[in-house]
């Protein structure tokens, strides 16, 4: 596990997650246009009666994690894959005798 310190409003909380939940973390906060240290906030502020809050990082990097695989399926799936097929042009020519 890596130890580092995230600051928001003024409160520095030390953490201690495996490389892969920072990873996430950095991932999911990228894609909220925030920062860890705002993420890791809104966890820790729904989370309020829990008093380990690595566990709740990590419940919340799996969470998105999942959300974001099943979008992903989505796209892949057959269904989505056909209508971008029967959408497109399919290329034509024209043979003669000559």
């Known amino acids: 596990p890596e130890f580092r310190v ?19 973390l950095k991932q999911m906060a990228e894609n909220r246009k925030c920062t860890i ?6 966890i820790a502020e729904q989370h309020p009666d829990h008093g380990n809050l690595t566990s709740a990082i990590r419940v919340a990097c799996m ?9 992903l399926r989505k796209l892949a799936s057959i269904r989505t ?4 097929l029967i959408a497109c042009p ?5 043979l003669s005798s000559s």
């Open 81 to 84: 894959i056909n209508a971008i």
């Open 6 to 24: 995230v600051a928001r409003g003024g409160v520095r909380r030390g953490i201690r997650l495996e490389r892969a939940f920072w990873v996430s």
């Open 90 to 94: 399919s290329p034509a020519f024209a």
């Open 63 to 71: 969470r998105g994690l999942a959300e974001e695989s099943m979008e």
């Open 37 to 42: 240290g705002m993420l890791v906030e809104e």
